[in-house]
């Protein structure tokens, strides 16, 4: 351990506890597959737009304030 601490003082970077490390990582993690969930969400629902104009369920105009949907 005492190599690790002298390894971290003299690359001359910021040392932080392993506990703090794996919070942030899992973090990350939750975040990236949240991230995943509401771009497979808009897709969803850019897919359905999509179908909806094609049976003229709604407005085949383009939808004022909303880019990617002309």
């Known amino acids: 351990m005492e190599d690790g601490a002298m390894t971290g003082v003299g690359s001359e970077q910021r040392v932080v506890p392993e506990s703090e490390l ?3 990582q899992e973090r990350i993690r939750r ?14 629902l850019k897919e359905a737009v999509r179908i909806g104009r094609e049976k003229k369920l709604i407005s085949r105009s383009p939808l004022r304030g909303v880019e990617d949907f002309e």
């Not at 975040?31 to 969803?44: A, I, Q, Y």
């Open 22 to 24: 794996k919070k942030a």
């Open 31 to 44: 975040l990236e597959r949240l991230l995943g969930m509401k771009t497979e969400e808009v897709e969803v």
